[in-house]
Structure formats: structure tokens, C-alpha cells
């Protein structure tokens, strides 16, 4: 047989998802599973999107513009200026799902075996893409005794070298919860013009910031407004993961004919669901933003105040996105979350989380933590907790 | 500012759409354009895929698996046994797009620098998946003068080097509508196993075979069975291109492991539209397929009346598909692609095709061909034609 291209078969298999079989056999001896190991929120799709698709049903469904639909690229147009922003819809390009912003954002500023910044913990398909990409992500870790907070400026910079093409960021963060600070986000913009790099920001988590914070976005820094890129995606705002629906946003004319020319290339993102985006951005509650931001809020609250003074267990508040990275009392958390799921259960039930150190690309790191996606009811988030803790007192590494 | 990459700098724009300006600015003057430059078909898609979107609107939008909705893919395994292929479900992964299909083939079989040899003039979209996938496409010339079918085998073997990773057709083609016979497929099995390379196959058009004839896949070759990956979509089958649904498939096990970490970065394709998809297939018209391959079959037939035995104007009958490459006694047939829509109509009304050049990877070849799809009702097929036939009668280099 052929051997396969030796990039793919380097690949990383999802973390998030490898313990999936683990989950399958424990619900089928019975078992149920609480999962708070990946950010599929629960919160209802908002109706105006089945509104549209009930409306919108044409003849032929058509390939749409490269560039999305003027639609919905108005609508995002609109939603950025609620937050003072204002974005042509020229410097809009909707893409399939947020993934796929993420692969532009990198074909279109790096050449293959060029390098780009990150700071791990960080979003594990991001290695997928870089993959794809041939990117080598160069990673910088954040600690969790810090909040998962930028390290020093001196720190990133001795990272760069002639090969380094961009910084990538996550805030709000997945998998950390953890907001950057109008600081923090000025020196990265001190750093990027200083080294010539773009600044690649994912910011699909921006309307979930706690505690009566809001989300400076990197397209709120003048002075380098040609050189971000941001990646955005409707499936955390709106829950609607399935519409594979995001966008990438610049200002930098360049970038955006080269996303382009990648997007003719795919023909279009999916037509119907881009009528169901638009209608949501236009049709929403006047309080849908803040219900569900305080709806997060309320969810981690709860997972503070179970997991708070639990002994050895360590983090610090998650500022925002529905995501903690959590320090555990067990030498190995790959094998704690599977036993979890092989030898553990409460009256039934087990709670399944991610293993951390698949969010880190620096080996060894991570191992004693795992991340938590806060997205059940407070009441289930309360009984998963629960045994999370019961499983704790129980292992023996 | 800052460069973007090279490799997006050297994209070639999409040579269909590139006219697509001059087509707007006709239009706002009050001209009527017939479009037979791009692949978009008229048929209405089957009215299965409005009724699954009615009947399964969930609460949450979710994530779907990442190698696609069981129904789907079980879908698909029905469709192909109709022809007589076993295909295990764990034999198909379902794409966003059969371009999704086409750059997991590359990336799967192919690292950067590797290349794949392809029959010219082929389908556009290629060019900007091998840029992606950093894949050399190496082209072997197929003639107008022998309705564009395979050159000698030794020509083809001629340009295999020792990074040839694959060969890649498309049949029933684009753009030129030509259906490899199954012996052209037996030189090609031969090819494949005596230089131990993959055999990528664009089956898109399959059930589009004129004339009584039938399409002999890929996948029917035994011999060959873990070295074909075919590449299919529902876009043109179904007239549901802006669905965004194809799917890959492969008998090699690890080529379909990989596949799916490529799946899992980009986490899954619309959710939605596989319900669509699935309904369709189960839910067809008994003669539907004979019933669309007997329209484009008699619009090729228009083709044919109107076009044969003009002066200067050469092909040969396409045997399947709904395109035709044209050879035009113009000596730069993209520059009256461009007057066609700049200085010429007949009663208010004018034809747009598509430039040939662009879909040839060797310059200077294609230069007084177009491609013409015959996705029209005949009688506009029958009219854009006359207007065609006026033009090159008007037309002087």
C-alpha cells in the first residue's frame, strides 16, 4: 500500500474528541455522562434563523459570492458598530464556520515554513490549520498561577525570528477563559509594529466578558489597523456550531484580495445558513447579548464556588468565554478523565472533561490540568462538579 | 504595510468569474446576459431538501461528527449500490463541498513540494487547491481535435518524476465533457500500479453519460482498490451547489484516518443541509436521474444543431456533463469573451462564456478556445447561441 503524505499522518488527532469511544462505552453500560469536555453550548439557536430558512426557500439553491452574502455581511457590519466599530463590508469575507477564517488568516500572511506566535494553553485546531498552512506555530506559555495572562514582552520577542510572520491571539480565550487587557493588547501592538508581524485575533468568544467588563477588539487599535486580522464565527454568539458559518475581518486591502482569491477557490460558503445568520443579527431580543453573557456568568459561578478551597485544585477566575483551565491534585489528568469514564460513576452518572495538555504544544506541559466548558444548566453544571470532586477523592494516581 | 504571502500573490484569480465585472456593467445598461460561463444549473433541486429542513429544525444548531451525519453517509452507500459499488459508510467521509473533497485528496496523498499530474484543460479550482495544499499540478495536454481523451500512455509516463504522488481526472469532465472509456481507465490502473501513485477521481458529473451510456467509476477497479480516491458532491447531482455538501471516498483505511484529522480540524460540514441531502436521496423521483441527464442531453443536442458546421468553430460532440470546450476561428477568444459583453447585442440581449486559457496550465494553449455549459432551457440555449453565432460573425481581431 502507498504510504499517505507524512503530514497528515504527523497530525495531531483531536484531544477534545479521543476520549470520545471512552464516553461511548460508558453510555452504553448505562452510564450517563455529563460533558463538559467540549464547547457545544446548550442555548437555543435564536428563532429568526428557522424563521429565515422557512422563508428564504428558493428554487435552486445556488452558489453564492465568494465573499458571502451582502446580507449578512451588512448584518455584521451593523453588530460591530453596536461596539463603536466601524467596518466596511469590504473588509468582510464570510467564511465556513470560524476554521476556516483561521486557515485564511494563516495561507494569507505566511508562506510555507514561516512561523507564527502563539501562547499556549491554546485552541488545539489552531495545530490543524498550521498544519494545513505548513506553519510552524511557535508557542509561549502562559501559566495558570498568572490567570493565563500575557507573559512579558521580552519573553515573546525572544521568540521571533526571521521566519515569524504574525502573533496569534484568543480573547475571550478558549481554553483558558481568560480576557486580555487593553494593556496587554498594547503590547502586542507596540511588538508587532516593532517586528513587521501581522496580529492574528481570534475573538469569536467577544460577547461573553464577566463581571461588567467589555471586549476591547483589536480592530479598536488605529495604529496598526493593517496589520490585524480577526477571525470571527457565529457558532458561540448565535449557538449555531452546525451553520459552519464565521468571518474574517481587516482592513489591510491586500489581505482581503487574498482571502478572496481563496475564497473563489472554495466557490462559497453555505448559502441558506448565511440567510439564517442574517436574520438572526437583525431580528434578535433586545437583551439577547447580555441574557446570554449573564447565563455564562451564572455558570461559572457555580463552577467557582464548587471548585474553590477543593484541595489541590488551583485556578483563577475565568474572565470570560465559557472556559476554565483547571490545576488538579493527579500526576497524569489524561488518565484521570478516562478513568472517569472506565471506572468511575455516581449513581449513574460521570462527568467527562479534556485532558489539558493536548492545549499545549510544549511536551510535558499541562499534564495535571484539564479544561472545563461551562456549558450546562447551573443545576447540571452543580451535579457534574459534584462528581468531578467525588472522582478526585476517590483516584489513586 | 506589511506583504502578504506569496503563495496567495501568485493565486490565479478565477478565469470564470474574472468576466463577471464586464457582465454587471452590461446589465446596468440594459443588456441581458445568458450565462453560459459557470456550472450553476437550472434545475430546481429535488423538493426533499426543503422538507428535512422543515421537519428537522432542532433546538441547538449542534456540531455534527466530523466524518458527517450517519444518515448521510448511509445515503450515499444507497446511492452507489445502485450501480452495483459496495461502499461501507466508514469508506466515505462527507466534505464541505466537493472542493472540500479535491483539498483533502491533495493533502492526504501529498506533502509540499509533491506533485500530481493532470489532463489540460481541467477545471480551474484545481489551481487554488494545489496552491493551498503547496501540490505541483504537472499537465499532460488532451487535444480538442480527439474530444479532449487521454494522450498515449507513454506521454503521461513521460512526465512522471520521483515526486509524482497521484493522477488526477475528472470524468464525465469539466470543462470539456468528455467521458473516459474503460480502457482509457485500464491505462490508467496500469500507470498507477506500475509507478505506485494514487488515482484521484472527480466523479461529480457521474450520472450526466449521454447517449446510453454508462459511467464506469474508479471505485470498480479491484485491482486498484487502495489507491482511488473519488471525489464526489451533491451540488450538480441534486442542483444544490450552495449547499456546500460532497464527500471522499476511499477503501484505504489510512488515507481515510487522515482524512478524518483533516475533518476533525475544520470539526464538521453543515449540519443542516446533510438532513437535506439525506432526504433527497431516500425521497427521489423514481426517473429522476434518467429525467435530468435527458435535459442536459437535449440541450447538448441544441449545442450541436447550432454550432456544427459553422465556419471555423470546431469540437466534438461531449459525452457527458453539461460542458463543451469550443475551438472559435478568433484568435483571442478572451478578448471576445470581453466584446461580447462590452460592445455587442442583438435586440438588448447578449451571451457570456468562459475563456478556455485559463483552464490550461500551459500558456499559450487554449488561447482561441471557450467553455460553454449548457445549463439553459433549450429555447435559451437555441438563443444564446444564435446571439454567439451573430457575434462571431460581427467580431474582427
Redesign the interface.
Known amino acids: ?9 504527523d ?4 484531544p477534545i ?1 479521543k476520549l470520545v469511544p471512552l464516553a461511548n462505552a460508558a453510555k452504553a453500560r448505562g452510564t450517563s455522562v455529563y460533558h463538559l469536555n ?1 464547547g ?6 435564536p428563532p429568526g ?2 424563521n429565515a ?2 422563508d428564504s ?8 459570492p ?1 465573499q458571502g452574502l451582502p446580507v449578512l455581511r451588512e448584518a455584521i457590519s451593523s453588530y460591530y458598530s453596536r461596539s463603536g466599530i466601524t467596518i466596511d463590508t469590504d473588509e468582510i469575507i464570510i467564511t ?2 470560524g ?2 477564517a483561521v ?1 485564511f488568516a494563516f ?6 515554513g ?1 512561523e507564527v506566535i502563539c501562547f499556549e494553553p491554546f485552541y488545539t ?1 489552531y ?3 498550521a ?4 506553519v510552524k506555530l511557535v508557542p509561549v506559555t502562559s501559566r495558570c498561577e498568572n490567570g493565563f495572562h500575557l507573559p512579558e514582552a521580552l519573553e515573546i520577542e525572544s521568540r521571533i525570528t526571521d521566519r515569524t ?1 504574525a502573533i496569534l491571539i484568543c480573547s475571550p480565550n478558549n481554553p483558558t477563559g481568560t480576557v486580555l487587557s487593553p494593556e496587554e493588547l498594547q503590547t502586542l501592538s507596540s511588538i508587532v509594529q516593532k517586528h ?3 496580529l492574528l485575533s481570534d475573538e469569536v468568544y467577544r460577547d461573553f466578558v464577566f463581571d461588567g467588563g467589555t471586549h476591547l477588539s483589536t480592530l479598536q487599535l488605529p495604529e496598526i489597523e ?2 490585524v486580522i480577526v477571525m470571527d464565527s457565529i457558532s458561540k454568539r448565535f ?6 458559518l464565521g468571518n474574517m475581518i481587516s482592513r ?1 486591502k ?2 482581503m484580495d ?1 482571502a478572496l ?2 475564497g ?10 448565511q440567510y439564517g445568520a442574517a436574520r438572526i443579527y437583525h431580528n434578535l431580543d433586545a437583551n439577547y447579548y447580555s441574557d446570554v453573557m449573564t447565563t455564562y456568568q451564572n455558570r461559572r459561578d457555580v463552577l467557582i464556588e464548587e471548585l474553590s478551597g477543593v484541595d489541590g485544585v488551583f485556578f483563577l477566575k475565568p474572565e470570560g468565554a465559557f472556559y476554565a483551565t483547571i490545576q488538579l491534585p493527579v500526576k497524569d489528568a489524561d488518565r484521570f478523565a478516562s478513568w472517569m469514564l472506565t471506572d468511575f460513576q455516581l449513581e449513574g452518572e460521570t462527568t467527562m472533561v479534556a485532558p489539558a495538555a493536548g492545549f499545549y504544544a510544549t511536551p510535558g506541559l499541562g499534564l495535571d490540568q484539564i479544561r472545563i466548558a461551562f456549558v450546562l444548566s447551573e443545576e447540571k453544571m452543580r451535579k457534574a462538579l459534584e462528581i468531578l470532586k467525588e472522582g478526585l477523592k476517590v483516584y489513586r494516581d
Chains 1, 2 share one sequence.
Open positions: 500500500m502507498t504510504d499517505i503524505s507524512r503530514r497528515c499522518a497530525m495531531q488527532a483531536s474528541r467540549i457545544q453550548p446548550d442555548i437555543p439557536t434563523y428557522w430558512l422557512k426557500l428558493p428554487n435552486v439553491l445556488a452558489y453564492g465568494s465556513t464556520g476554521s476556516e486557515y495561507m494569507t500572511t505566511c508562506d510555507h514561516d485546531n495545530n490543524g490549520f498544519t494545513m498552512a505548513g510572520r513587521n508581524l501581522y493593517d496589520r449557538s449555531s456550531c452546525g451553520a459552519r489591510n491586500n489581505i487574498a482569491k481563496l473563489q477557490a472554495r466557490l462559497c460558503p453555505p448559502t441558506l445558513a
